[in-house]
C-alpha cells in the first residue's frame, strides 16, 4: 500500500527544533510548600499540582505511549478535576509545552501529554542526510493516525488507573500545537478520507472541547470545509500573524489557520490572532521575538486558553453528550473576563473573534 502524507510534512518543525531535554522516568513533584495531597478536608482546596510521569505500553499496538500528567493537588474522588490531553508537535516530547500544563493544572485542570514515539524528538537523531526522510516517515498516514489512538489510549490508562477517580471523564478536552492541532481536529470530528481507518472511527465522543493552536491543514483531503465543517463542539483558535511553516517543497502561513476557524462553521469558535511571533513562540522556547514578547504570549495563551477551558468544561456536569449548558451567571463572567484579557493584551493582538462575532481591537 502507498503510503499518503495527508497531514503536512512540516507540521511543527519549528517547534521541534526547540525541544527540550528529556526529563527522565523519575516523576517530577511540583508542590506548594504545605505539602503533598492529603485525604480531602473541610479545608479550601490547595492550590498547585504535581507532575508524574509514566512510561505506558499499548499491548494492542506494540507501542510505547510515555506521558506527563500534571495533576491539580486539589483533585479527589469527590472532586474530580476536569481533563485536557495535549498533543505535541512534530519533533516534540512530552516534556515541552510545560507553560500550559503546569498552568492549568494550578487552574484546577489535570493536563495528560502523551509522548507520541513515531513523531517524537527522536526525529533528530540520527544521520544528517537522512533528516528530511525521517521527517517524511513521521508524517505519513500510519503515524498520523496512530497518534490519535494514542491519545485515546492514553485517556483510557488513565481513567482504568488509581489516578482514575480524580479525573471527571464527563467533562475532557483536546488540545495540540502544530502537528498535534491536526491530531486534535481529528479527535473533534474532522472527517478525512482514510485507507485506514475511517472518519468516525477517529472522532472521540468524550472530548467537549478543543484548542488548536497553529493548525496546518489536512492535505489531500477535499475543500477545507467539508473536512471540518462536520466540527460542532467548541473549539479556540490561537496563531500569529509571523506563524509561518517554511521548508523546501511546503510553505504553510497564518492564512492556513484562519481558513481553518473559518471552516468549523458548525463550532462554537473564538480566534486569537497575535500580531508578532512566530511558529515556535507557542512552544517553551524563548524565540528571535526576545524574552519579553515570548514570555507576553504565552501568557496571554496560557489565560485565553483557561478561560476557554472554564467555558466549555468546568461550568458543565452531567454525562458527555448531554449538553449541559453553564448557568447565565457563569456565562457573563467569563464573557467579562475575555473582554479583560482583550484589553490586557490589546497591543499584542492583531485580531480577536469571540464565539463567531467580531470584538474591535484598537
Known amino acids: 500500500m502507498k503510503r499518503r502524507a495527508f497531514f503536512t510534512v512540516s507540521a511543527g518543525l519549528a517547534a521541534g527544533l526547540a525541544i527540550h531535554r528529556w526529563a527522565g522516568s523519575a516523576p517530577l513533584v511540583q508542590?506548594?510548600?504545605?505539602?503533598?495531597?492529603?485525604?480531602?478536608?473541610?479545608?479550601?482546596?490547595?492550590?498547585?499540582?504535581?507532575?508524574?510521569?509514566?512510561?505506558?505500553?499499548?499491548?494492542?499496538?506494540?507501542?510505547?505511549?510515555?506521558?506527563?500528567?500534571?495533576?491539580?493537588?486539589?483533585?479527589?474522588?469527590?472532586?474530580p478535576v476536569p481533563l485536557?490531553?495535549?498533543?505535541?508537535?512534530?519533533?516534540?516530547?512530552?516534556?515541552?509545552y510545560?507553560?500550559?500544563?503546569?498552568?492549568?493544572?494550578?487552574?484546577?485542570?489535570?493536563?495528560?501529554?502523551?509522548?507520541?514515539?513515531?513523531?517524537?524528538n527522536s526525529v533528530w537523531r540520527g544521520n544528517p542526510l537522512t533528516l528530511v526522510m525521517r521527517l517524511q516517515t513521521a508524517a505519513q498516514e500510519a503515524e498520523a493516525l496512530a497518534r490519535v489512538q494514542d491519545l485515546r489510549f492514553a485517556v483510557n490508562q488513565l481513567l482504568a488507573s488509581e489516578t482514575g477517580p480524580l479525573i471527571d471523564a464527563h467533562r475532557m478536552a483536546v488540545a495540540g500545537h502544530s502537528y498535534g492541532a491536526n491530531t486534535a481536529m481529528l479527535v473533534s470530528g474532522a472527517r478525512v478520507t482514510s485507507v485506514i481507518a475511517g472518519a468516525d472511527a477517529l472522532r472521540d465522543t468524550r472530548i467537549r472541547a478543543a484548542i488548536l493552536i497553529s493548525a496546518p491543514p489536512l492535505l489531500g483531503q477535499g475543500p477545507v470545509q467539508q473536512v471540518l465543517g462536520a466540527v460542532r463542539?467548541?473549539?479556540?483558535?490561537?496563531?500569529?500573524?509571523?506563524?509561518?511553516i517554511n521548508i523546501p517543497g511546503y510553505e504553510?502561513?497564518?492564512?492556513?489557520?484562519?481558513?481553518?476557524?473559518?471552516?468549523?462553521?458548525?463550532s462554537p469558535?473564538?480566534?486569537?490572532?497575535?500580531?508578532t511571533g512566530g511558529h515556535s513562540i507557542f512552544t517553551d522556547r524563548i524565540t528571535s521575538s526576545g524574552p519579553e514578547t515570548s514570555a507576553r504570549i504565552k501568557g496571554a495563551t496560557r489565560e485565553l486558553s483557561t478561560l476557554f477551558l472554564r467555558q466549555t468544561l468546568q461550568a458543565q456536569t452531567g454525562p458527555a453528550g448531554a449538553n449541559a449548558d453553564p448557568t447565565h451567571e457563569v456565562v457573563g463572567e467569563i464573557t467579562a473576563e475575555y473582554r479583560q484579557w482583550q484589553l490586557r493584551y490589546q497591543s499584542l493582538l492583531d485580531r480577536f473573534i469571540l464565539t463567531g462575532s467580531p470584538v474591535a481591537v484598537g
Open 252 to 266: 504553510s502561513t497564518v492564512q492556513d489557520r484562519i481558513a481553518i476557524f473559518e471552516a468549523m462553521r458548525e
Open 84 to 96: 485536557v490531553i495535549f498533543s505535541h508537535g512534530l519533533g516534540g516530547a512530552r516534556s515541552g
Open 98 to 120: 510545560s507553560y500550559l500544563g503546569s498552568h492549568w493544572a494550578d487552574h484546577g485542570l489535570a493536563s495528560l501529554h502523551p509522548q507520541h514515539t513515531g513523531s517524537d
Open 269 to 275: 469558535r473564538s480566534l486569537a490572532v497575535f500580531n
Open 233 to 244: 463542539i467548541p473549539t479556540l483558535h490561537i496563531t500569529s500573524t509571523d506563524d509561518t
Open 31 to 79: 508542590t506548594p510548600a504545605s505539602g503533598p495531597a492529603t485525604a480531602e478536608t473541610a479545608t479550601p482546596p490547595v492550590a498547585g499540582h504535581r507532575t508524574l510521569e509514566l512510561d505506558w505500553q499499548d499491548p494492542a499496538r506494540g507501542r510505547p505511549v510515555p506521558v506527563r500528567l500534571y495533576l491539580p493537588l486539589r483533585a479527589s474522588a469527590a472532586h
